[in-house]
């Protein structure tokens, strides 16, 4: 039952909840028709207000158009009335041009019928320019009028008579001028004929004894030519005809060259008649003279040549065969010599006695008996005959030679003999000096060793170890150069304890046997060197690594001396009666320490001065009033404008947003850029100076050998000098875009820093104020511009000679109240003694400038 009654109780309420919700469906179904309703009568209401607008539209266009079109029959009635008025004028134009045409082509006939004369004028002859003036005085009395221009034709007319007549005159005055030029020509040719028959006369004189000459020196050298065929004539005859022809042949070459000095002095006058130029001698005969007498004179120097090369080739065969006769008589004397028993034959003994007396040499008996044998005798004589001397001379030279032949042979297998003993003891040395080697070589080994230790030590160490680490070291590098040199000594030695005559076969065997060990032994040395040569580079850098440390300390120092006198806004002079104390004009190293202890070390850069300067303030109120009358400007054309701008249709709107000249709906276009960021200051530089260096810092400021710091070497070091590298403007005030440019700066001028060198934020450039030391000019330049380009940069205070000259003690090379003659004129007179010489490094104390009395650049 109870499961009866909760089945009951669940139908129900199921029941109960589909009536609910069937009611709440029926409930949704009458709200969503309401909402159709109420729509379709929203769009019909809104289908009614666009039909009601667009009938509105409809009726608007319609008026337009009938506006349009009465605005149109307007401007058709108002064109009309002009272009009436317009054909009127046109017309009363062309009938005024046309007259104005005719009156013009009246005068300019008029006008071409007069310069149709005056070129006649122009071009006129002598002969015919009385007719051509007349003519034009008769068309200019019936023309002249009528051209318009009646007072320029005149002068036009004027000028053409004058230029004609001028012409004319030039003519006759050339036709003048001509005939007078041929008479002259006449004059010269009938002077120059007379002058070519007296030059050629001359030369027909020096010819003929040219020739002469030349006959003599035949007769002279023709017996000489005929003692070549005598041969029973002496040398010394044959040295006398050499003589006398040489003699001949001087005079024939003096007279030879007579006639070439004559030709060649006076070759312009020859040259001129035989070339035929104008107005010299055209007479065919005397050209024809003077060639044969060319021709007879390079005959007669081949004559003379010929004859004193004949006369020197006698007198060399004379000389030979006065030689070949001096030796023949000493060979003869040397067989006189030997030949005891004057028979003209030398015996066995005689030839014995010739060889011992002459070679100092003893002829073997096999010998003697050959050439007693052999072809030297003839047979049934009893010796060597004179004839045959010459050949016992090389029998003799012969047998000498193969004695020596046998004697080297002797001492060469001497010699080997010797050296198989000697070549095996030095064989067991070289192998202990081997052993030496090895013990050398494990030395360097060390040696090396340490200074790849003595390096890596350098690198974590302070500068000032390097010393003790080289020094370490090199006692290292002694003992193994020790052991080395030992052993080279005793490799050395072993060719020294041979006999010196084997010397050389000694070397020549331990080249060969010790070649390893030496080679080793050049290896070792070349180790040794380098290991060397690092301990003492370390030096060398340690030593550089101090001194650049003391230069950048000293530049330090003159850092901190500049920035704050600019920080104190002080003169170099104040600056330095600040430093020193006591007031003695010098600063000593007590006084720059105690300064620089108090001084401001934290170098801040400087920030551009304010463009308050007269000029820069002129100018930006300028620039001011500019743009506020361009506002203005602008204003009233905006005004104007309005009206316009409203008048037009929706459709150029729309095409303008197409193509991005009007933002479109719903986008907002910036009114101004963003803010630029800021550029980030520059950190401060903090100078830190080391007192236990001082001492060596202070030295550098000061001159060589002075103990304290004068006021002109202290400006020399404070004063900073830029080199312009390349040309730039030096302008009156800091900012660019305010600044007017003074002068400009050209490339290798020196100009010396007055203040900064200060970057502009705005521009990106790095400017300073300075002084060009060429003219004294102040102003402000840019060291580097926003791109990188450098245009100046420092430098030293230092100049090269590139010329010699000479150092004067003044500046003024001609001293005030001097006058010229006086001492002390010019440099030349009284220098100091000091010669610049090429290549000379000066130290600047007062820079360049110019000399207005002698207009030289000088220092």
Known sequence: QQQQQQQQQQQQQQNAWQKQAEAQQAEQLRQKQELEARRQQLEMENQRRKLEELQMKRKAMEEQKRMIEEMRLKQQQEQQ????????????????????????????????????????????????????????????ATELAKTGAEEKMREECQKAIEMAKGRVDGVLAARQKEVDRKAEVERLKAEQEANMLKLVQELTDLVVAAEEGTKLLDEVTTPLDESAKDEKITPAKVMKLVDAAETAGAEAKAKTKAC?????????????????????????????????????????????????????????????????????????????????????????????????????FNLPQDCLKRIQEGPLVEEGKAGVAAASFHWLRATVGAARELDRDMNRKKDREEKERILIGVKDKLAEKVKVVATAVETAHKDVIKAEDKIVDMRKKAMGAHYDKHDAL????????????????????????????????????????????????????????????????????????????????????????????????????LTTEQIFAEIDKNGDGEIDQEELAAWLEAADKELKPFKAPAADEPEAEEKKEETEEKKEDDKAEEAKEGEAKEGEATEKPAEAEAEKEKVGLVPKAGLVR????????????????????????????????????????SKAVFFRS???????????????????????????????????????????????????????????????????????????????????????????????????????GEEGINEEKKPDGKKLKLGEVLMVLEWPRKDEKSGLVRM
């Open 670 to 709: 910036p009114t101004a850029l963003a803010p630029a960021v800021p550029e980030k200051e520059p950190e401060p530089e903090v100078i830190e100076l080391d007192s236990d260096k001082m001492d060596e810092v202070f030295s550098k400021l000061c001159d060589e050998g002075e103990s304290s710091l």
């Open 260 to 360: 070439t000095d004559f030709i060649m002095q006076r070759r312009q006058d020859l040259q001129v008649f035989k070339t035929g130029a104008p107005g010299a001698a055209g007479d065919c005969e005397n050209k024809q003279n003077l060639a044969k007498l060319l021709t007879r004179i390079k005959e007669a120097t081949r004559v003379a040549d010929t004859a004193l090369a004949s006369a020197k080739e006698r007198k060399a065969t004379a000389m030979k065969r006065a030689g070949a006769l001096e030796k023949t008589k000493a060979i003869d004397a040397v067989f006189a010599k030997y030949d005891k028993d004057k028979d003209k034959m030398l015996s066995q003994n005689e030839i014995q006695a010739y060889a011992k007396g002459e070679f100092k």
């Open 470 to 569: 080289a020094a370490e070291t090199d006692k290292v590098i002694k003992t193994s150069r020790a052991s080395y040199e030992k052993v080279k000594k005793t490799l050395d030695g072993l060719s020294s304890m041979v006999d010196p005559k084997y010397a050389k076969d000694v070397d020549a065997f331990l080249d060969i046997e010790a070649k390893a060990l030496k080679t080793r032994m050049k290896r070792m040395e070349l180790r040794l060197t380098r290991a060397s040569n690092l301990t003492t580079r370390l030096r060398d850098e340690a030593k550089e690594t101090a001194v650049r440390e003391i230069v950048t300390m000293r530049q330090n120092v003159i850092k901190v001396i500049r920035y704050n006198q600019r920080l104190k806004e």
């Open 81 to 140: 009335m002009k272009m009436e008025a317009a054909a009127a004028a046109r017309n009363a134009e062309i009938a005024r041009r046309q007259a104005e045409i005719k009156k013009k082509q009246e005068e300019q006939q008029a006008t071409l019928a007069i310069r149709r004369v005056v070129q006649k004028v122009r071009t006129a002859t002598a002969a015919n320019f009385e007719e051509m003036q007349q003519e034009l005085s008769e068309v200019c």
């Open 718 to 820: 404070v004063q900073q000098f830029l080199k312009v590298i390349k040309e730039t403007a030096l302008t009156d005030v800091f900012p660019v875009t305010a600044s007017k440019p003074m002068r400009k700066l050209e490339a290798r001028e020196v100009v010396e820093v007055l203040e900064g060198p200060i970057r502009d934020a705005k521009t990106k450039v790095t400017r300073v104020k300075c002084k060009a030391l060429r003219d004294n000019v102040e102003g402000w330049a840019t060291i580097s511009s926003n791109l990188g380009t450098v245009f100046l940069r420092e430098g030293k205070p230092s100049f090269k000679v590139v010329k010699e000259t000479i150092r004067t003690e003044e500046f003024q090379l001609e001293p005030e109240g001097k006058k010229e």
